[in-house]
């Protein structure tokens, strides 16, 4: 189910956002958004799972051998 966010910005920046909406051939400025959100998300999983492979290359890390040790 979709909700609807409403932002307040700075004209410039709206005017920036539908160029580069435009621009980039996104068919709105929401799509636009979504696909910066998607980004977002993306850079910080691939953060999150970069410390976590120099906490496991530091020993920290715990190995598995079934689904009841991730408790």
């Not at 909406?21 to 999150?48: C, M, P, Q, W």
Request: hydrophobic fraction near 40%; proline fraction near 1%.
């Amino acid at each position: 189910m979709r909700q609807i966010l409403n932002i307040s910005l700075p004209e410039d920046t709206v005017k920036m956002i539908k160029q580069e909406a435009k621009k980039e051939g996104f068919v709105s400025v929401s799509e636009f958004i979504r696909h910066v959100l998607r980004v977002y998300n993306t850079k910080k999983l691939l953060k999150d799972i970069r410390q976590s492979q120099k906490e496991f290359a530091a020993g920290k890390g715990k190995v598995l051998k079934s689904f009841k040790d991730l408790r």
